[in-house]
């Protein structure tokens, strides 16, 4: 089974907008992390945004936040007010037991975000 | 800092011949991680140390890959020999320690690598 399930290969929305990411889990290890990257076309991995699976808030950076919802082991990221520099690849990752020493990242399949001028 | 550094940026190989990758981790990292990127298999983790020592390589496709760290600022990743199903783009990232907690991977900018 897929650890970490990302199922819009693509998605087009209009700038501006807010957009909606998917992202899925599956772990039976109640501590983990879960990550998002952006990957623009000139390939760098760039860190957005974190959520620990203790955390009681779901997590904000700037104009990213994270849709955690626990019981439904789903991590969904919310780009408000879409711009056109939005446009890249994302994907989320898990970290699975969070301990000193166990650093594993699992990465999704990852989206492909175009922002319509 | 200037980031984790890749060289080279870009390889392009013939089959059988060797590769050899290079990473310098940011300083005062404690962790550096593999990992090679494709269209099919999408972003995979080959290997990770700590503190110089690989913690786990299960990643490692096969035999004709190796990853050295002999000291905390240089890596290297060594396909011998190559084949045409190792292109990729293969990258660097390193990290403090996170326990309990978390700190973010930074990823170098990659080595595309293409073998004929």
């Known amino acids: 089974a897929q650890k970490i399930t990302q199922t819009q290969p693509g998605m087009f929305v209009q700038e501006k907008e807010a957009v909606t990411l998917d992202c899925t889990y599956d772990t039976s290890d109640p501590s983990y992390g879960l990550f998002w990257y952006k990957q623009p076309s000139s390939g760098e991995m760039i860190f957005l945004i974190y959520q620990g699976s203790y955390d009681q808030q779901n997590a904000t950076e700037g104009r990213y936040s994270l849709n955690f919802q626990k019981a439904r082991k789903s991590a969904n990221l919310v780009i408000s007010a879409s711009q056109l520099g939005d446009s890249a690849m994302y994907f989320c990752a898990m970290r699975e037991g969070l301990s000193f020493g166990n650093e594993k990242l699992t990465f999704g399949t990852g989206t492909r975000l175009t922002i319509i001028p | 800092d200037a980031g984790v550094i890749q060289s080279p940026r870009h390889e392009v190989t013939e089959m059988g011949q060797e590769v050899t990758l290079r990473c310098k981790p940011i300083?005062?990292?404690?962790?550096l991680f593999w990992y090679r990127q494709t269209m099919m298999r999408g972003l995979e983790l080959l290997i990770y140390?700590?503190?110089?020592?690989?913690?786990?390589d299960s990643g490692m496709p096969e035999d004709r890959f190796s990853a050295k760290m002999p000291n905390a600022s240089f890596s290297t990743l060594k396909i011998q020999p190559s084949e045409p199903r190792d292109s990729a783009v293969y990258f660097c990232a390193s990290s403090q320690a996170s326990g309990a907690s978390y700190n973010e991977q930074f990823f170098g900018p990659g080595t595309r690598l293409t073998v004929l």
């Open positions: 300083s005062g990292h404690d962790y």
């Open positions: 140390f700590n503190n110089n020592v690989p913690i786990d």
